[in-house]
């Protein structure tokens, strides 16, 4: 297939919404203290050829393969539409960090031929330096150029050309078992992907996004950033930073602008539910809001439902709430339609603590639940790993042999399977989703989700969080047993009898999965490594068990055991 033929095809479609909304609201960036920059169609057009003029002058006449580390905001989106129209690729990733491995940043640029990494002056030092690092062979040399958007210098050196620009956009994974993974994304997937949202969720010229996920994941580039724009919707960006700051600023950027669409991961929900005070709440209208979808990770049983009865007051319906699941790897979206509440069978007991994602027709044919060793698909009501295949899914990772079985497998027919390492099972309509296929403890025989272990953790006491946790069998465990890491929330008082409530979660997760905790931890808020989407890196915990345990309140099984008696 000559993807060229799809990309000026997606050119065409960007350039068409452009001139449909020449003089309407088509972007809106929320800035601190209540000010705003909202650009319509003509002038993300016109910010959108300045800087593909900057690009040429400054790095030679393109396409190019771009790498972005901007931070959220206005030139990050002039950026994704000036490399769209341009026909170039966008590759986003996350500004780097003091606590980033060295010479990420230029592993993940070598994978993916970037010509140049867009940064500010503000982080082009630390950019700089993780583009230096990683490669002992190239002594040191950068990857690639940098150019600072708002300082920029043209470019000299000479590189060896790279991937040639026949993908739109290359994602990473969120890498919470291993280092992320490019995932390059054809203009057909992303046609297909934003269809399905569009008929599933009902996105049109007519909605409102709101959005305050990281524009560096999948779920905030595609779901919340390039389908509205491919829809002609109006977006409404914020920086993640407020919301994680104060969440009340969520939601009252959706009373505000009449937000119709947004929603995020499991922890958001409960940052509302725990952080937003009933002052706070009080004069929120939140009656706009027909898609609060949640995903990202598993979904606790019951929580759409206390997220409305929380927010019913405010004009949030029912319907709005629901679980959604889907990757990188299948451009974004895999289940979770939207619509009137339906009614349930009795969900089988390994799902009971997790929510289920509302499948359509389309999505249930695109799902298989397969035994991991043999692949044979297993029958709904039983437990396995989800894989998926459609015209959303990728073809391959870039760096990869696209014949490693451990990514991809292929039935006789030639049907072509993404394995996703995630396990989960279906339930008459709905796909529940338990967790990672690395992330589990054996209890005779059986698997159990380590989200399952924190979650029912995390239920017995309420300054404790079930989205900041990490429940592993750690080395030379006993089979069923484990240990468990758990963060207090933000503002959280200091425990009064910890020793008392390490033994209530001991009693309870025995009792409902039966895993032994030979060791339970509270630690600060955000002590566990995460990756940059916000997951936790369960191995990575693992791993540094000892260090993170010198930041503990307590408690061993002994300690327990003696505080108790």
């Not at 040429?56 to 002039?78: K, N, Q, S």
């Not at 009373?255 to 499991?266: A, D, L, N, V």
């Not at 709905?430 to 159990?448: E, M, P, Q």
């Amino acid at each position: 297939m000559d993807r060229r033929v799809s990309e000026t095809g997606l050119q065409r479609e960007i350039a068409a919404v452009l001139e449909q909304r020449h003089d309407a609201p088509l972007v809106t960036v929320l800035g601190r203290r209540g000010r705003h920059r909202t650009l319509s169609g003509a002038e993300l057009a016109a910010r959108a050829v300045e800087m593909q003029a900057l690009w040429d002058r400054c790095l030679g006449e393109g396409p190019h393969v771009l790498m972005v580390a901007l931070p959220a905001g206005e030139e990050f989106l002039v950026a994704l539409v000036a490399t769209l129209l341009g026909g170039g690729t966008l590759v986003p990733v996350a500004p780097p960090r003091a606590a980033d491995p060295p010479g990420r940043l230029a592993r993940m640029a070598r994978t993916c031929g970037a010509r140049a990494v867009l940064c500010t002056t503000n982080n082009r030092a630390m950019v700089e330096q993780q583009l230096a690092g990683g490669s002992a062979e190239r002594s040191g040399a950068p990857a690639c150029p940098v150019l600072a958007v708002d300082d920029p210098v043209p470019v000299r050196e000479v590189f060896a050309a790279g991937e040639p620009c026949v993908f739109p956009v290359i994602q990473h994974t969120s890498g919470s078992t291993r280092f992320p993974k490019a995932v390059p994304v054809t203009a057909d997937q992303i046609r297909h992907n934003c269809g399905l949202i569009r008929s599933l969720w009902g996105m049109n010229a007519d909605s409102v996004m709101v959005n305050w996920l990281p524009h560096y994941h999948d779920m905030g580039l595609m779901g919340c950033i390039l389908y509205p724009l491919l829809s002609g919707a109006h977006s409404v960006q914020m920086s993640p930073f407020d919301m994680i700051r104060r969440p009340a600023a969520w939601l009252e950027a959706i009373s505000e602008w009449r937000g119709t669409i947004s929603g995020g991961p499991t922890f958001a929900f409960l940052e509302c539910l725990n952080r937003i005070s009933e002052e706070e709440a009080h004069g929120l209208d939140l009656s706009s809001w027909e898609r609060a979808f949640c995903g990202a990770e598993p979904v606790p049983s019951g929580l759409p439902a206390r997220f409305h009865q929380r927010f019913a007051g405010n004009g949030l319906a029912r319907e709005a709430v629901f679980a959604c699941y889907g990757m990188a790897e299948c451009t974004l979206f895999a289940a979770g339609e939207a619509g009137p509440v339906r009614g349930r069978d009795t969900v089988p007991e390994p799902w009971a603590g997790f929510e289920g994602c509302l499948l359509s027709g389309e999505t249930r044919g695109h799902i298989r639940i397969a035994d991991p060793q043999t692949g044979q698909a297993l029958p709904d009501g039983t437990t396995g790993e989800i894989w998926l295949t459609g015209p959303s899914v990728c073809e391959r990772y870039l760096g990869r042999d696209a014949g490693e079985t451990e990514d991809f497998a292929t039935d006789p027919d030639g049907t072509r399977w993404l394995r996703t390492g995630d396990l989960g099972g279906i339930s008459g309509a709905y796909l529940h989703i338990t967790g990672r296929a690395k992330d589990v403890i054996i209890v005779n025989g059986r698997n159990v989700a380590s989200a399952e272990v924190e979650w029912l953790a995390a239920r017995e006491h309420g300054d404790l969080s079930p989205s900041g946790a990490a429940a592993f069998a750690g080395a030379g465990s006993k089979p069923g047993h484990a240990e468990l890491l758990i963060e207090l929330r933000a503002g959280a008082a200091p425990m009064d009898e910890p020793a008392s409530l390490a033994a209530r979660i001991r009693k309870a997760v025995a009792a409902s999965c039966g895993v032994r905790l030979d060791r339970i931890a509270l630690l600060p808020r955000g002590t566990l490594p995460r990756t940059s989407s916000g997951k936790i890196r369960r191995q990575q915990v693992a791993h540094d068990l000892a260090s993170l345990h010198g930041a503990a309140i307590c408690l061993d099984t002994a300690q327990v055991a003696e505080a108790v008696s």
